[in-house]
């Protein structure tokens, strides 16, 4: 399998191309092999992309376990550039076909870097849909934890769990984010993010990512976090998240009500491996 290594903010995956968006099913086998750390290439999920009958091209991801997310905020920064560079578009502006239905990015320059803005559509807002067990609002939910921790639920393709705390370096993410992610409360389970409000335009994040566990980005948990941070009256509708990798440039655009990121994507190296 021939493949690009990439990031976004720090956030790893490995790219390679299927011949569909059907036909990328045949990589989930191989997934924790090639992402494993030690005995494989080493990356938070595998994705592939290639032309598409529907969209210029599609993405499909498969995080480190083997599992399946609807979207991906960093990857799909990633795919947008190898769409790119590597010839399946021949435009800075196009659509790409993803479980959690067409993402629309854009590269430009930003700082003589290559940057990619993505229209990451509406939020979704009901329990239902996001979805969280119970009935009533999404804002300030008890998890029904010890810790007495309450929470805002925010889906943007996937579902995310944000959660305001005064010091994000006290936080025990390894022993918090998989008690979180597989709360009864969440039927798909869910992302979880711990919060720092900084100031009204300035954001900072820890990340326990559904199905990949500790990661330094995730782009959809930003836009999950800036949402449920303009909800709760803590932030502006733009603002700067800061997550352990780096910074994204979240808005909230109040005429369209769809969410726009903004932030870098890098490829570190290519190579091929053999699939066994």
């Given amino acids: 399998m021939e493949f690009i290594k990439m990031h976004g903010l720090g956030n790893d995956f490995i790219v390679a191309e299927a011949s569909s968006f059907q036909d990328a099913i045949k990589f989930q086998p191989y997934v924790a092999q090639l992402c494993d750390r030690h005995f494989g290439i080493g990356a938070d999920g595998l994705i592939l992309t290639g032309r598409d009958a529907e969209q210029d091209v599609f993405m499909r991801i498969f995080n480190s376990d083997g599992s399946e997310p609807e979207m991906c905020g960093n990857g799909i920064r990633c795919v947008a550039l190898y769409a790119r560079k590597y010839g399946l578009v021949d435009k800075d502006h196009f659509s790409i076909k993803t479980l959690a239905g067409p993402r629309h990015p854009e590269i ?127 932030s502006l509708r733009k603002a700067k998240v800061r997550l352990p990798g780096g910074e994204l440039v979240i808005e909230w655009n109040e005429q369209d009500n769809h969410v726009y990121m903004s932030g870098p994507a890098v490829e570190v190296f290519r190579g091929s491996i053999e699939l066994i």
């Fill in 108 to 234: 430009y320059q930003e700082a003589g870097k290559e940057w990619v803005r993505v229209d990451m559509g509406e939020p979704q807002l009901e329990r239902e849909s996001i979805p969280v067990t119970g009935q009533g609002s999404n804002i300030a939910i008890p998890l029904g934890l010890e810790e007495g921790f309450v929470f805002t639920a925010v889906s943007m393709g996937n579902p995310h769990c944000i959660i305001y705390v005064d010091d994000i370096s006290s936080v025990p993410l390894s022993e918090w984010g998989p008690q979180i992610e597989t709360n009864e409360m969440f039927p798909d389970k869910i992302n979880v993010e711990f919060v720092k409000i900084v100031n009204e335009d300035i954001l900072e994040a820890v990340v326990w990512e559904r199905g990949a566990g500790i990661t330094l980005a995730c782009g959809t948990g930003a836009c999950a976090i800036l949402v449920a941070s303009v909800l709760n009256g803590k």
